[in-house]
C-alpha cells in the first residue's frame, strides 16, 4: 500500500516534470506566459532557501537583504569583469552566503523574536548602505544587469526559461538532499529543542551557521537571476515586501517541507492573478493576512498537509 | 513526498498556461490602434495610476468620438489596454510583456516610479515599442545608456527641471523683496536650506538644485542639505538644525504627506518662519487640506493645478478638461493624469503624421513632433521632444498659498512667469530672513 | 554645535521616547503573562490612531479628553485578538507567533486603507499655537502634556500592578505560570487583561502621537514598532525600568547620534547628512547590543 502511493507520487512527479520541459514545445514562446513562470521560478528557489533556514528555527523576516546582495554582486561583476551572468550569479550567491556567515554569527545565540528583529534591520541597514555607495551600486539610479541571455539571440526568453527551471530543480533537489542527511536531522533536532540537540552531541552553532550560509546562497542567487531577467537592479530589490513572500508562500504551501514553498509559491501567486483581474487591490492583502492566520492557527503543516488530513479524517 | 509537489506544481504550472493559451486575442483585422496603458492600477501608487488610466480614457474617448485617427485615409478608433504595475517592479515586467506580446499594443503611455520604469523599459527596448512616459521624473529614463532608448519619450518634468524653475524665480522675485526689506548687500548670496527624501526623487531633486545654481550661475548658496527617511513623520530634529544654519528659503524635496508635516512642524514647533518651496507633485487637493493656515504663503511649484488656471491660451482647455473629468469620473484629476491625457494625444498626432502603425515610423514620426499645447503650459506653446534626450520642455509655473476664507484652507494663485501670472508674490509680515 | 540646538533636540528627542515607551511596556506586559510577542503591536497604535481621530472628528472635544475612549475602545480590540488568534495558537511555537503577527499586520494595515483610504488624518490640538519658551529652546505646550501624561500612564501603571489585586495576580502570572494557576488564579484571564491592556497603552501612544501635530495612516505603526521591539530587547524583556530607560535613550540616540556622526565624518572633510539614518541607526543600537548582551541589557533570565 505504501510502496504504491510512493510510486504515484514519483509518476506524477515526473510527468510534470515532462510538461514543465515541454510547455515551451506545446504552447509556443509565449514570452508573457514565459516571463509569469520565471518570476514564479525564482519565488521558488527563493522560498525553499527561506524554509531551509526556517527548518533550523531561525526565522528571518529580512532575506531581502540576502536577495539583493546576490543580485548587486552579481550586476556589478558582469559589468565590471565582463564575466557571464550565469557565472556572476553563483558569484553573488557566495557572496551573499558569506554575508550569511556574518550575520548568523550575531544571531545563533538570540531567541526567535531578536533574531527575526535583527533579521529585519540587516535588510533595512543593507539598503541604506546600497543607496550610500553610489559609485558602487549606482545609489538610488540602480545599475544595469546583463540579461542572462541576450535578447539578441532568437527565442531567448525559452533559453532562460530552461534555464531557471534546471537550476531550480538542482536547488531543490539539493535541499532535499540536505534534509535528508545529518544537517537536515541535526537542525530539526535543533529546532525541536536546542539544549537537547546539544546535549546529543550536535554542534549547534556549526549547523545553524550552515543553515545560514546555504539559505543564502540560494536566495542570493534566486535575486541574481531576477535582475538579470529584468536587466536592470535599483534599491527597490530590499524591499519589505520581497522579505515577505517567502514567509507567506513556505507557510501556506507547508513550513519546514520540501513541497510546501514550491506549493506555495505557485497557489498565491494563482490567488493573486486572479484577483488582480478582478481589480481587487487592499482586499487581496487583507485576504493574504487572513489566509497567514487561518493556515497558521488550522493547517500549521500548509496545504501539503491537507491530503493526509483529510485521509485521517476519511479513514 | 518531493514528487507529489512536483505533481501538484506542475499541474498548476499546465493549467495556467492553458488558461493563458485560450484567453490570447484574437489576430485583428480590425482596424484600431492599440495603445498600452502602464500605469499603477493596485498597490502602494493606485491613485495615481488610476487617475492616468481614466485621463487617457478620456482622451481616447474624445478623440474616437471625433472619428477616430485618420491614418493614411483610413479613420482608425482608439483602443486602450491596461497595463497594472501593482506598483512593484516583478508586476511591472509582467504588465509590460503582457501588453507588447499578448496584447500587442502599437504603443505605450504611462509609467509611473522610475524604480518600476527601469525594469519596463528593458521589455519595451527589446521589442522597440515606442513607449511616451508621462509619470516618472528621472531624467536617467532617456539617458541610460545600457538599453537603445531612442523609443522612449518623456513627457513630463524631471528632477532637473523642477529646482531649475523655482530657483530661477527665487532668484528673480523673492531673493529681490528680501534684500530689499532686509537692506542686504547685492553681493550676499541668498542662503538656502534643503530639506530631501532618501530617494531617487529626492536626491534627484537635491541635484538638479545644485545643477541649476551652477548653469544659471545664481547668487544662491545652500547652507544646509538634510536628508529623511521615505514616510518620516517627524521632522522636528532636522529642521531645527536647518534653522540652525539660518537659511532665507528652505527647499523640501518631499511627497505630500511629508511636505504637509515639514512645513507644519517647521512654523509651529521649531519656529522656522521662512518661504518654504515646494514640489509640482504637492499641488493636490489634500495637500491644501492637511497644511491648514501653516501653508500661506508657501510657494508651489505646478505645471497642472487642483485650482489655478493660468491665464493666456490654454485657459478654456484646462477648465473643459476638468469639467469633463469630472463629469465622467466623479472626481478632480491630477497632473499625472493631465500629462498621460495628453499623452494620448501626442501619440494620435504621431501616428496620424507617420501615416502608419508601423513602429520604427512612428518612432520617427514622435521624434520629429511639433504641436500645439493642449492642457499644460509648454516652452513656446509647443509639444516637442528635444533632439538629444527626446523630453518635452514645459513651461512650469509658481504659486503662492493664499488663506481662502470661505474655503477654510490655503489656495494658490500663479505669481510666474509674468505671461500666465494672476497676482503678485507677497514677502509676509512674519517671514525671518537669514543671518547678514 | 550649539548647546541650545543640542538641547532643542533632546526635547524632540525626548518626546519620540515617550511614544516608544508606552508601546514598549505594553509589549512587555503581554509577554510577561503569555510569552507572547505580538510583531504586530504597531497596528494597534495605528488602530488607536484613527479611534482618536474619529472619535475627534465626530464628537469635536478636546482631544486630551478623547484618549480614555480609544484606549478603552482598542483594550476591547485587543481582547478579541487575544482570543481569536493568541489564545489558540499558544504553546505551539515561537515561529508560529511571528507569522500569526504577520498575518495580523497584512490585515489591520489593509483594512484601515480599505475603510479609511491611505490619505492621511490629522487632529488640530487647541494647544497648538501655545509654546513656552525657555531662553532659545521652544517647549510647545502639547510636548509638556504628552510628556506629563506619559508619566502619569506610568505611574498609575506601576500603582495598578503594585497595589491592586488584579495587578498582583497578573505579576504572579508572569512570573510563574502554574504556581499562579494552582493558587486559583485564572491565568486564561489575565492574558485577556494583559492584552487589553497592552493594547489599551498602544492606544494611548497612537492618540498622543496624532495630538502632538503627526499624523495617521494606515501604515504609520511599522516603524515606532519596531522601535519598540528594539526598547524591550535593549531594555530586557520583562523589564519595566529598562524599558524607561532604553526608550529614552533611544528617542534621544536616534535624533542626537546622526548629528554627531554629521561632525564627526565633517572633521574629514566629508559632508554628509546622516538624519535619513534614523532606523539604521536604531538597528546598529540593537544588534551592537544584543552581540554584546543576548538577553538585553536589563534582561531577565529564562523565559
Keep these: 500500500m505504501k510502496l504504491d502511493r510512493i510510486n504515484i507520487k514519483t509518476g506524477i512527479g515526473i510527468v510534470s516534470l515532462i510538461l514543465a520541459f515541454i510547455v515551451p514545445v506545446i504552447l509556443g514562446i509565449n514570452q508573457y506566459l514565459l516571463t509569469v513562470l520565471i518570476i514564479t521560478l525564482v519565488f521558488i528557489i527563493y522560498s525553499s532557501a527561506w524554509n531551509l533556514l526556517a527548518l533550523s528555527g531561525q526565522a528571518s523576516l529580512g532575506h531581502a537583504a540576502f536577495f539583493g546582495i546576490g543580485g548587486y554582486v552579481s550586476a556589478i561583476i558582469t559589468n565590471s569583469l565582463g564575466l557571464p551572468p550565469i557565472v556572476a550569479i553563483f558569484v553573488g550567491g557566495f557572496f551573499a552566503a558569506f554575508i550569511g556567515i556574518l550575520i548568523g554569527f550575531t544571531c545563533i545565540r538570540m531567541r526567535e523574536w531578536f533574531l527575526a528583529m535583527v533579521t529585519f534591520g540587516f535588510a533595512i541597514i543593507a539598503h541604506t548602505i546600497t543607496t550610500e555607495l553610489p559609485w558602487l551600486t549606482g545609489g538610488w539610479d540602480g545599475i544595469p544587469a546583463k540579461r542572462l541571455i541576450s535578447v539578441t539571440i532568437t527565442n531567448y526568453i525559452m533559453y532562460e526559461y530552461y534555464i531557471m527551471l534546471l537550476i531550480a530543480v538542482a536547488v531543490v533537489v539539493i535541499i532535499y538532499q540536505l534534509t535528508k542527511s545529518r544537517m537536515g536531522l541535526a537542525l530539526e533536532a535543533i529546532r525541536e529543542n536546542e539544549l537537547e540537540a546539544k546535549v546529543m552531541g550536535i554542534n549547534v552553532t556549526k549547523y545553524k551557521l550552515m543553515a545560514f550560509a546555504v539559505s543564502a546562497f540560494f536566495t542570493g542567487i534566486a535575486g541574481a537571476l531576477e535582475i538579470h531577467h529584468f536587466g536592470y537592479i535599483t534599491p527597490e530589490v530590499y524591499g519589505m515586501d520581497i522579505s515577505f513572500w517567502p514567509i507567506i508562500y513556505s507557510i501556506s504551501g507547508g513550513l519546514f517541507t520540501i513541497g510546501g514553498p514550491i506549493l506555495g509559491t505557485i497557489v498565491i501567486t494563482f490567488i493573486w492573478e486572479i484577483l488582480r483581474t478582478f481589480g481587487l487591490m487592499y482586499e487581496r492583502f487583507i485576504l493574504i493576512g487572513v489566509i497567514l492566520i487561518l493556515i497558521v492557527i488550522f493547517l500549521p503543516r500548509g496545504l501539503v498537509s491537507i491530503p493526509e488530513k483529510i485521509k485521517r479524517s476519511h479513514p | 513526498m518531493m514528487n507529489k509537489k512536483y505533481g501538484i506544481l506542475f499541474a498548476v504550472l499546465v493549467f495556467s498556461a492553458l488558461i493563458a493559451g485560450c484567453v490570447q486575442p484574437p489576430e485583428g483585422e480590425v482596424k484600431e490602434i492599440k495603445i498600452g496603458i502602464v500605469a499603477p492600477l493596485t498597490g502602494g501608487a493606485s491613485t495615481t495610476g488610476t487617475d492616468m488610466w481614466q485621463s487617457a480614457v478620456l482622451a481616447a474617448e474624445e478623440i474616437n468620438a471625433r472619428g477616430g485617427v485618420n491614418v493614411s485615409g483610413v479613420d482608425m478608433q482608439i483602443t486602450l489596454v491596461k497595463g497594472d504595475t501593482e506598483t512593484s517592479r516583478e508586476g511591472g515586467v509582467k504588465a509590460v510583456t503582457k501588453l507588447i506580446t499578448e496584447d500587442k499594443v502599437d504603443l505605450l503611455i504611462g509609467g509611473f516610479s522610475s524604480g518600476i520604469t527601469y525594469a519596463d523599459q528593458v521589455v519595451a527596448s527589446e521589442h522597440k515599442v515606442p513607449f511616451i512616459i508621462t509619470g516618472a521624473s528621472s531624467p536617467i529614463i532617456t539617458r541610460r545608456t545600457d538599453i537603445d532608448t531612442s523609443y522612449f519619450f518623456h513627457h513630463c518634468p524631471t528632477t532637473d527641471d523642477y529646482p531649475e524653475a523655482t530657483l530661477l524665480f527665487v532668484n528673480d522675485v523673492v531673493k529681490p523683496m528680501i534684500y530689499e526689506r532686509f537692506n542686504f548687500s547685492a553681493d550676499r548670496p541668498l542662503r538656502l536650506g534643503v530639506l530631501y527624501q532618501d530617494s531617487k526623487y529626492g536626491e534627484g531633486v537635491y541635484e538638479g538644485i545644485k545643477k541649476a545654481i551652477e548653469k544659471h550661475n545664481l547668487g544662491i548658496e545652500i547652507v544646509s542639505a538634510e536628508k529623511f527617511k521615505m514616510s518620516e513623520t517627524d521632522f522636528r530634529t532636522a529642521l531645527t538644525v536647518i534653522k540652525e544654519s539660518k537659511p532665507d528659503v528652505v527647499y523640501p524635496a518631499a511627497f505630500l504627506n511629508e511636505q504637509t508635516l515639514i512645513v507644519a512642524q517647521g512654523r509651529k514647533d521649531v519656529g522656522l518662519d521662512t518661504i518654504y518651496l515646494s514640489v509640482e507633485c504637492n499641488d493636490d487637493p489634500d495637500y491644501y487640506t492637511g497644511v491648514e493656515r501653516w501653508g500661506e504663503y508657501s510657494i508651489q511649484e505646478s505645471r497642472f493645478s487642483p485650482y489655478a488656471i493660468p491665464s493666456g491660451p490654454i485657459h478654456d482647455a484646462v477648465g473643459k478638461f476638468k469639467e469633463d473629468f469630472k463629469n465622467k469620473w466623479g472626481t478632480s484629476p491630477s497632473m499625472m493624469g493631465a500629462s498621460t491625457y495628453e499623452g494620448v494625444y501626442v501619440a494620435a498626432e504621431a501616428i496620424k503624421n507617420a501615416g502608419t502603425l508601423d513602429k520604427e515610423k512612428v518612432r520617427a514620426s514622435l521624434a520629429e513632433l511639433a504641436m500645439p499645447q493642449i492642457i499644460e503650459v509648454m516652452q513656446n506653446g509647443v509639444i516637442t521632444f528635444s533632439p538629444d534626450y527626446r523630453e518635452s520642455k514645459f513651461e512650469l509655473y509658481m504659486e503662492q498659498l493664499r488663506w481662502d476664507e470661505t474655503a477654510g484652507e490655503t489656495r494658490p494663485e500663479i505669481v510666474w512667469p509674468e505671461s500666465i501670472k494672476e497676482t503678485d508674490f507677497v514677502l509676509p509680515d512674519w517671514y525671518e530672513s537669514g543671518s547678514s | ?303
Design chain 3, 1 to 303: 554645535m550649539d548647546l541650545s540646538v543640542l538641547l532643542q533636540i533632546l526635547v524632540w528627542g525626548l518626546y519620540a521616547g515617550c511614544i516608544y515607551i508606552l508601546l514598549a511596556i505594553g509589549l512587555n506586559l503581554i509577554f510577561g503573562v503569555m510569552k507572547v510577542v505580538n510583531f504586530a503591536h504597531g497596528e494597534l497604535l495605528m488602530l488607536g490612531a484613527y479611534a482618536a481621530f474619529w472619535i475627534y472628528t465626530l464628537s469635536g472635544i478636546n482631544p486630551y479628553l478623547i484618549i480614555a475612549l480609544a484606549m478603552i475602545l482598542l483594550g476591547i480590540i485587543g481582547v478579541f485578538i487575544e482570543r481569536l488568534c493568541f489564545r489558540p495558537i499558544m504553546g505551539t511555537g515561537k515561529l508560529n507567533e511571528i507569522f500569526l503577527s504577520l498575518g495580523l499586520i497584512y490585515l489591520f494595515q489593509n483594512l484601515a486603507a480599505l475603510l479609511w483610504t491611505t490619505g492621511s488624518r490629522s487632529i488640530h490640538s487647541p494647544y497648538s499655537d501655545v509654546s513656552v519658551s525657555i531662553g532659545s529652546i521652544r517647549l510647545p505646550l502639547d510636548y509638556i502634556i504628552i510628556i506629563v501624561f506619559t508619566i502619569l500612564f506610568l505611574i498609575a501603571f506601576q500603582l495598578f500592578m503594585k497595589r491592586t489585586t488584579l495587578g498582583r495576580a497578573m505579576r504572579a502570572t508572569s512570573q510563574n505560570r502554574e504556581a499562579a494557576a494552582l493558587m486559583g488564579i485564572h491565568v486564561e484571564r489575565m492574558d485577556m487583561l494583559s492584552f487589553a491592556l497592552g493594547s489599551a497603552l498602544a492606544a494611548a501612544a497612537g492618540s498622543l502621537w496624532l495630538i502632538s501635530g503627526q499624523i495617521a495612516n494606515p501604515y504609520m505603526g511599522s516603524i515606532p514598532a519596531i522601535k519598540a521591539f528594539a526598547v524591550i530587547i535593549i531594555g530586557g524583556l520583562g523589564s519595566i525600568p529598562g524599558a524607561i530607560v532604553a526608550g529614552l535613550t533611544l528617542g534621544i540616540a536616534e535624533n542626537v547620534l546622526p548629528l554627531f556622526i554629521q561632525s564627526f565624518v565633517g572633521l574629514f572633510g566629508v559632508s554628509m547628512s546622516f538624519t535619513a539614518w534614523k532606523d539604521t541607526i536604531a538597528f546598529f543600537i540593537l544588534i551592537i547590543v544584543l552581540v554584546i548582551r543576548p538577553t538585553g541589557i536589563f534582561g531577565e533570565k529564562g523565559e
